[in-house]
């Protein structure tokens, strides 16, 4: 299986900050990765695929770059409805698996 | 609007056996191919395996710890993707949800899940 690490394992960072959380794999993806955001007691949500794209209706301040093993996922101004855990996915090889998660707080 | 309804969790007892559903809408559930996403208390996310739609020939693929004990399957008469598990263990005990899929392996729709708890 692929592994998935991610760091850091949670964060604080004050309103209008950027973050950068980085996901790396155990081997080669190429671009295949997503990132989903979950807030407590709820379902996670799809916000980048295929590393960088955007899915429609998340807000242009989240971004993702990266292929090969090494990712990034960037809020560029963070807000405070950013609360919340966020995850990178592989989909390269089945079967599919998760990083560990990076739990967002607001100072 | 894409809906996906989880339902059928409750307490089980270790060995037994239970029957999840999720019931679709807002897409063409035919041609859509499913997943099964679950996460254990305080925990994180495990893909727990996915069923092909019926034009994709509708075969299953399993993470290991489940292979053998459940059981994927989808009635598209009734836009309904199924889990059936059975000797479930303590550890199945989690969050399950149900997911739609884009482009392989790109989780684009979520339900909001069903808890299955296993305790004697």
């Known amino acids: 299986d692929i592994q998935m690490t991610q760091s850091p394992s949670s964060l604080s960072a004050s309103v209008g900050d950027r973050v950068t959380i980085t996901c790396q794999a155990s081997?080669?993806?190429?671009?295949?990765l997503n990132w989903y955001q979950q807030k407590p007691g709820k379902a996670p949500k799809l916000l980048i695929y295929?590393?960088?794209n955007l899915e429609t209706g998340v807000p242009s301040r989240f971004s993702g770059s990266g292929s090969g093993t090494d990712f990034t996922f960037t809020i560029s101004s963070l807000q405070p409805e950013d609360i919340a855990t966020y995850y990178c996915q592989q989909y390269d090889n089945l079967p599919f698996t998760f990083g560990p998660g990076t739990k967002v707080d607001v100072k | 609007e894409v809906q996906l309804v989880e339902s059928g969790g409750g307490l089980v007892k270790p060995g037994g056996s239970l029957r999840l559903s999720c019931a679709a809408s807002?897409?063409?559930?035919?041609?859509?191919?499913m997943n099964w996403v679950r996460q254990a208390p305080g925990k994180g996310l495990e893909w727990v395996g996915r069923v092909k739609s019926k034009p994709n020939g509708g075969t299953t693929d399993y993470t290991a710890p489940v292979k053998g004990r459940f059981t994927i399957s989808r009635d598209d008469s009734k836009n309904t993707l199924y889990l059936q598990m059975n000797s479930l263990e303590i550890e199945d005990t989690a969050v399950y949800y149900c997911?739609?899929?884009?482009?392989?392996?790109?989780?684009?729709?979520w339900g909001q899940g069903t808890l299955v708890t296993v305790s004697s």
């Open positions: 997911t739609t899929t884009y482009d392989l392996g790109v989780l684009n729709y």
């Open positions: 081997q080669d993806i190429s671009n295949n």
């Open positions: 807002g897409f063409t559930f035919s041609n859509a191919w």
């Open positions: 295929d590393a960088s």
